[in-house]
């Protein structure tokens, strides 16, 4: 592994990150934010995950639409190997998001609260797999700042960035558009999450 960050998700810290990381509020609260996505995408065949974890957001995804292909890439091997477990039918790779991608095009490419734990210096990588494996939209769901910032990340420095991730891939890859965004709030009575923004980007 290149970077402190993916010894860190791949290890201790994240093999804890898989307990509370499930639960049936966040199943909900996944459920009413996908269905919002996918309304604006349209009819799609298949999405493709970066930082899958334990599957939180593919499950709500299969929910809502069960014939869609769904496949993941998480660094973390037991996170993989309990979602293959719970959902045999995903097609699922144990791997780092920061090397080039040997998996499949999706007609979605996404991530959520996982460019946030990137290494700032490897984001590049992250933003060209998201690029390439998209046949059709990227969507970005991650804590937004206008400008770069790091953050304390549960007592541990050097483990969360905000940024305009959205900007990024806008400034760099002249064949995306923009076509929709939004807001999670963490006092949403109803679906909380994280104080997340996400971005719908259309390749051409």
Request: a negative charge; hydrophobic letters at 40%.
């Amino acid at each position: 592994m290149k970077t402190e960050q993916e010894q860190f998700w791949a290890g201790e810290f994240g093999d804890e990150y898989i307990t509370r990381n499930k639960s049936d509020s966040l199943l909900s609260a996944n459920l009413a934010l996908f269905s919002k996505i996918l309304k604006t995408t349209g009819p799609i065949d298949s999405v493709l995950e970066l930082g899958c974890n334990v599957g939180m957001n593919l499950k709500a995804i299969d929910l809502l639409n069960k014939d869609v292909l769904k496949s993941g890439v998480d660094i973390n091997e037991a996170a993989i190997s309990e979602l293959k477990i719970a959902k045999p039918n995903f097609i699922l790779n144990t791997g780092s998001i920061i090397e080039t991608l040997q998996v499949e095009q999706a007609d979605l490419c996404f991530t959520k609260g996982v460019l946030i734990h990137i290494n700032p210096d490897y984001l590049q990588s992250v933003y060209e797999n998201l690029y390439n494996k998209a046949k059709k939209y990227i969507c970005v769901i991650e804590y937004y700042n206008p400008v770069p910032v790091s953050i304390s990340y549960r007592g541990h420095d050097d483990r969360l960035f905000k940024r305009d991730f959205c900007g990024d891939l806008l400034e760099q890859y002249s064949a995306l558009k923009l076509v929709d965004y939004g807001f999670c709030y963490r006092r949403d009575p109803i679906f909380p999450q994280d104080d997340l923004t996400w971005f719908l980007i259309k390749k051409n």
